[in-house]
T-cell receptor
Framework: DAGVIQSPRHEVTEMGQEVTLRCKPI?????LFWYRQTMMRGLELLIY????????DSGMPEDRFSAKMPNASFSTLKIQPSEPRDSAVYFC??????????FGDGTRLSIL | KNEVEQSPQNLTAQEGEFITINCSYS?????LHWLQQHPGGGIVSLFMLSSGKKKHGRLIATINIQEKHSSLHITASHPRDSAVYIC?????????FGAGTRLTVKP
C-alpha cells in the first residue's frame, strides 16, 4: 500500500518565483494536512482539508500561500511569490477520520 | 510560555535503559499525538490518544487529561530509537506542537 507521496523531494529556486508542492494522500483517507517545519519554529500546521474542503487555513502565513485539493487524490500548496524565509521542509499528511496521520517524506524547499 | 512544553529537550541514554519523555499542555484538546522524526527527516505517528494508556511494542504512551500531561515511555531502549520525539495536541480545528525531544541511545 503506497504511503503519502510528495513531490518534489527537493526544490531550490530564486526569490520571487512561484513554487508548487504536490501531495497524493493515501487512497481512502478523507483528511489531508499541510505542515511546515523550520529550525526556528518547529512544526506548524498550515491548513487541512476534509473531503477536499479546506476546514482551517489559519496557519497559512500570508496571502502568498494558497492550497487546493481539486479531488480526493491530489493537493497542491503554492507559494507566489516565494521569499527566502519560506525555506523549510513542507510535509503533507493524510488520515482516515480522526485516526493517526500518515506523513509523506516532505519537500525540502530552499529559496535563494 | 509555549502551549505545549516537552521535557527534556535532549536525552542521552545507554542501550537497554528505560526512557521517559514528558509533555505538558495548557489548552483544551481533543487528542494528543506522539510523533517520531528520524535523522533522515521522515515523520511517523506513534500514538494518538485522548485518554488512558496505549502500548505498541516497547513503546507506551499515557495521558492524564485532568493534569494536562502525557508521557511517552520506551522500554529496553535501542540505538535505533534515536530520533526526535514530538508531542502534538489537537484542538477543535488546529494542532500545536512541542519543540521536540532529541533522544540518543548509545550502544
Amino acid at each position: 500500500d503506497a504511503g503519502v507521496i510528495q513531490s518534489p523531494r527537493h526544490e531550490v529556486t530564486e526569490m520571487g518565483q512561484e513554487v508548487t508542492l504536490r501531495c497524493k494522500p493515501i487512497s481512502g483517507h478523507d483528511y489531508l494536512f499541510w505542515y511546515r517545519q523550520t529550525m526556528m519554529r518547529g512544526l506548524e500546521l498550515l491548513i487541512y482539508f476534509n473531503n477536499n474542503v479546506p476546514i482551517d487555513d489559519s496557519g497559512m502565513p500570508e496571502d502568498r500561500f494558497s492550497a487546493k485539493m481539486p479531488n480526493a487524490s491530489f493537493s497542491t500548496l503554492k507559494i507566489q511569490p516565494s521569499e527566502p524565509r519560506d525555506s523549510a521542509v513542507y510535509f503533507c499528511a493524510s488520515s482516515r477520520g480522526r485516526q493517526p496521520q500518515h506523513f509523506g517524506d516532505g519537500t525540502r524547499l530552499s529559496i535563494l | 510560555k509555549n502551549e505545549v512544553e516537552q521535557s527534556p529537550q535532549n536525552l542521552t541514554a545507554q542501550e537497554g535503559e528505560f526512557i521517559t519523555i514528558n509533555c505538558s499542555y495548557s489548552v483544551g484538546i481533543s487528542a494528543l499525538h506522539w510523533l517520531q522524526q528520524h535523522p533522515g527527516g521522515g515523520i511517523v505517528s506513534l500514538f494518538m490518544l485522548s485518554s488512558g494508556k496505549k502500548k505498541h511494542g516497547r513503546l507506551i504512551a499515557t495521558i492524564n487529561i485532568q493534569e494536562k500531561h502525557s508521557s511517552l515511555h520506551i522500554t529496553a531502549s535501542h540505538p535505533r530509537d534515536s530520533a526526535v520525539y514530538i508531542c502534538a495536541v489537537r484542538g477543535n480545528n488546529d494542532m500545536r506542537f512541542g519543540a521536540g525531544t532529541r533522544l540518543t541511545v548509545k550502544p
